[in-house]
């Protein structure tokens, strides 16, 4: 494998990046055999024109980095249909989850939505703060008043611990 | 069957109660109890693209944490928290490097991936609690619809790759059946509608949204009947954003599928939290 070369970029395969990247994959893409049912069934291909199977074909060579820096994988709507459409059991989805993971960790790209997402989550154990329910007229109701019960929400100081590790201190 | 707990996530504990609402009414009508898993916390979805172990580690931690209280089940009326379940539950089958470090994430408050408690959704209890024809004895009001329904991604490819999802539509359609709703294929039925994308791209997001509403108008059904609060969010709470997207103005009435099977049940439409729907649903009859 490490004598291709990429004759449009000339880049190489980087097989130990490629490595990382479907190391934690239930259904990584060595099985793809390049059908296509991903991309004719993908959200995100009649709309934007990404195309799942050639981001498979790219991870399965090795062709990793570009992938990783490219803007395609944020135009993913992580619909799962092709990963529910594939006969090989490959999830482009999850490939293209844990390319997105590279990129971020990598310092590459990281959406100002999911930012502002980590910091709830660091500070109250969920993703969108607790907020009052607005009714139609603009009206604000607590849990209470809607004869709903008080919640305990957040997460334990050895989750946030945990969750902080796993996440390198992010 | 020992108690079920109910984890409702950050959707609905953001001020998304209409679900909360609706799901309650219609268990406690048909005899089903839930207790409330504390303390409620993120199910890791919307950090899936921020690291893969981590978000696995939110969910599975969840169904650990309710098994450690005593609860062989779990109720996850949202259906991004129950697919997060299902998901992570693969992963871990399927990679030994990620039960490794989950195992570890655990240890510190005692938790284990080898008492976990199963997932279950909305469709599955009703299906199992009473069933189409306990349903059916119960209906004060049949509805006499014919709605779009919109399944939806996290409902339908729970378990991708395994004939699960349409053997659950299967199961809603009869359980829809059953209060006097018909919910015949649509163009565009099981399309996406851009929740996860909006994270990302959010003009996309709502086209996709868009689309679906006009799928709905134009297939001439009565409503859009959506499971998922992240659903509801793009098709009614950002219904007319989503519609301009397209170029169309004609509203499109949302409802939850608990609204409607409680509106099929007799429940008062106040108590169903029919008040937190942005989209026109006064235009249905049931629903005045
Ligand atoms: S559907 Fe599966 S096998 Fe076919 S191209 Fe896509 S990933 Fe490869
Ligand atoms: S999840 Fe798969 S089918 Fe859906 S938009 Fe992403 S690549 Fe396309």
Redesign the interface.
């Known amino acids: 494998m490490s004598g291709l070369t990429d004759l449009m970029t000339m880049a190489k395969p980087n097989e130990a990046l490629k490595a990382r990247i479907i ?5 990584g893409p060595d099985m793809c055999l390049q059908c296509g049912r991903c991309t004719s069934g993908c ?2 291909f009649r ?2 024109e990404l195309k799942p199977h050639e981001i498979v074909c790219s991870a399965k060579m090795g062709f990793v980095e570009e992938l990783v820096s490219s803007k395609s994988i ?8 092709c ?2 459409r ?1 006969p090989q ?1 490959v ?1 482009p ?2 490939l293209i ?2 390319l ?2 590279e990129a ?2 990598k310092g590459l790209e ?2 100002e ?2 930012r502002d ?2 910091m709830t ?1 660091m500070e109250t ?13 603009g009206k604000a ?1 607590g ?1 209470e008043e ?1 004869g ?2 008080a ?6 100081e ?2 946030l ?3 902080m ?4 201190g ?1 | 069957m020992p108690g079920l707990a109910v984890f ?1 996530g ?2 609905v ?5 209409a679900l ?2 609706s799901v ?1 009414k219609v268990l406690e009508t048909l005899g089903v109890d839930i207790t ?1 898993l ?5 199910c890791g ?10 978000s696995c ?2 969910a599975l ?1 969840i169904l650990a944490l309710s098994a450690s209280k005593g609860y062989n089940e779990v109720l996850m009326p949202c259906s991004k928290g129950y697919f997060m379940a299902n998901w992570s539950l ?2 871990l ?3 030994g ?2 039960s490794e ?1 989950i195992s ?3 240890s ?2 005692g938790l284990s991936l080898d008492r976990l408690s199963r997932p279950i959704d909305l469709v599955e209890l009703v299906y199992r609690a009473v069933g189409p024809e306990g349903l059916r004895n119960k209906v004060e009001k049949p509805l006499g619809l014919r709605v779009a329904l919109h399944p939806g ?2 409902f ?2 729970s378990k ?2 395994t004939g699960e ?1 349409l053997r659950k539509l299967a199961e809603l359609r009869e359980l829809l059946s059953a209060v006097g709703v018909e919910a015949p294929y649509y163009p565009g039925m ?3 509608c ?1 929740g ?6 959010q003009d ?2 709502l ?2 949204a868009g689309s679906k509403l006009k799928a709905a108008s134009e297939s001439s059904l009565d409503c859009l009947v959506v499971l998922c609060p992240s659903c509801f969010e793009m098709l009614d709470a950002r219904q007319e954003d989503a519609l301009s997207a397209v170029g169309e103005k004609k509203g499109v009435p949302v409802l939850y599928l608990p609204q409607l099977l409680g509106l099929a049940l007799g429940i008062d439409p106040a108590e169903l ?1 029919l ?4 989209s026109p649903v006064e235009e249905l009859s049931v629903v005045r």
Request: charged residues 25%; positive net charge; hydrophobic residues 40%.
């Open positions: 190391a934690l994959l239930a259904r959200t995100a709309l934007l944020w135009d993913c709507a992580l619909c799962l249909k990963a529910e594939c059991e999830s989805y999850e989850l844990s997105r993971n971020i960790s990281i959406p939505a999911l997402i980590l989550l154990g969920l993703a969108f703060k607790p907020k009052k329910a607005v009714d139609r007229e109701y849990r809607l709903l019960p919640l305990r929400t957040g997460l334990s050895q989750a611990m945990a969750l590790e796993l996440l390198g992010a | 409702w950050c959707r504990l953001s001020g998304d109660v909360e609402l309650r409330d504390e303390p409620q916390s993120c979805e919307p950090i899936r693209s921020l690291n893969l172990t981590a580690y939110l931690r693969d992963m089958s399927r990679s490097e990620l470090a570890k994430a655990f510190s408050e991604c996290y339908m490819r991708p790759g999802g099981m399309d996406c851009g996860s994308l909006w994270l990302t791209r996309a997001a086209t996709l939290g008040r937190f729907n942005r």
